[in-house]
């Protein structure tokens, strides 16, 4: 009987050390360890322990929610749960969740960056949210439109090469516009930082998103072309301000190089607005002899640098130009765009549809 007994316990002592094993891998092993993308997990007010760890399961962040739970009650826990939006990644244990959800690391900000927005879109875009002056955000990222060679009292933008190696052939001159990859943020609280720092880490997040999508295959296709990242960004950010299909970015594309190569002006119409600041998609003829170096009617070649912040779209047509028979082209206020090949055919297309 005690040779029965004892073997027994020594079944159940087995079981528990199984049970045991197995409840700290679920917990601290995460569910997949190489998917470090955040998402935006939202605990609502009223929730409760059973309701989150359900949720926190089918949203694929833990593998299960009765040892969620039971992690929870162990600790004690479960009325410290706190209500928010949380940034959770499945790359995160179970442990760690927890502690982000009763610590109450929550996400203050959410921040959206539209295509085609430039620095000054974005810096008072930031003032209206009441985060900080829209001059704050200019005097980190720099000053839309300012030739910092000729304003020298303007304060001179942080220079970020040191860390991304794409704003290694960026002017140190002039500023950030069309780096600031268009895309929704999550920005958390961080009071012991003052505005500047905060702006920076903004800034940041932005540039590693940029680096993340300007693949290596981009890169290795841009050196092939003998272009830098600094011209392609420039294009780019003409052809998101210019045209809105994928095929007439790639046709415009086309033909700015094909502009540039033989040395015609690009006369294009967004460089002009960019200066003005205007929102209307009309440019007066004198408005075309502004004297700034990002007047692409008065001077040839490119504009100082981009005039807005592509999304990836435009930045793949700029890489990826198709060639035409075409030299000029016009958007229409409905946004479709007519193409000609000869100064004379774009006149009449601008007297039909521009009136």
């Not at 609280?189 to 903004?202: G, R, T, W």
Request: with cysteine; hydrophobic share 40%; net charge neutral.
């Amino acid at each position: 009987m005690n040779h029965i007994l004892k073997k027994l316990i020594l079944f159940l002592f087995f079981i528990f050390i199984v049970f045991v094993f197995f409840c700290w891998v679920e917990i601290y092993l995460p569910l997949q360890p190489s998917d470090t993308e955040k998402r935006l997990f939202v605990i609502e007010k009223g929730e409760g322990l059973f309701e989150i760890s359900e949720n926190l399961q089918k949203e694929g962040l833990i593998r299960n929610k009765y040892l969620f739970n039971l992690f929870v009650f162990l600790k004690g826990a479960q009325t410290k749960l706190q209500a928010g939006e949380y940034l959770l990644s499945p790359s995160m244990n179970i442990a760690g969740i927890e502690e982000k959800i009763v610590s109450g690391d929550i996400v203050v900000h959410t921040i959206r960056i539209l295509e085609g927005w430039n620095l000054r879109d974005i810096g008072w875009y930031f003032e209206n949210k009441g985060m900080f002056q829209a001059e704050e955000f200019f005097e980190v990222a720099g000053f839309p439109a300012a030739d910092y060679s000729i304003s020298s009292d303007l304060p001179k933008p942080v220079d970020f090469s040191f860390k991304y190696d794409f704003l290694r052939d960026k002017p140190k001159n002039i500023g950030l516009e069309g780096y600031l990859f268009p895309d929704t943020y999550y920005i958390k609280k961080q009071n012991a930082l003052s505005n500047k720092q905060k702006i920076e880490e903004i800034i940041k997040k932005m540039l590693d998103n940029f680096d993340k999508k300007l693949t290596k295959e981009l890169r290795q296709e841009i050196k092939r072309q003998e272009k830098t990242i600094f011209e392609i960004v420039t294009i780019a950010s003409l052809l998101e301000k210019e045209v809105r299909t994928l095929q007439d970015k790639k046709l415009v594309s086309g033909i700015l190089w094909k502009r540039l190569k033989n040395d015609i002006p690009l006369q294009v119409d967004a460089t002009i607005t960019y200066i003005t600041g205007k929102r209307s998609t009309k440019v007066s003829k004198e408005e075309t002899q502004i004297n700034s170096p990002f007047n692409t009617y008065k001077y040839k070649g490119l504009p100082l640098g981009p005039i807005c912040n592509p999304g990836l779209e435009s930045i793949l047509a700029a890489v990826y130009p198709e060639d035409s028979e075409y030299w000029y082209y016009l958007s229409t206020p409905e946004g479709e765009t007519i193409f000609s090949k000869t100064l004379e055919e774009h006149n009449i297309a601008k007297a039909q549809h521009l009136k």
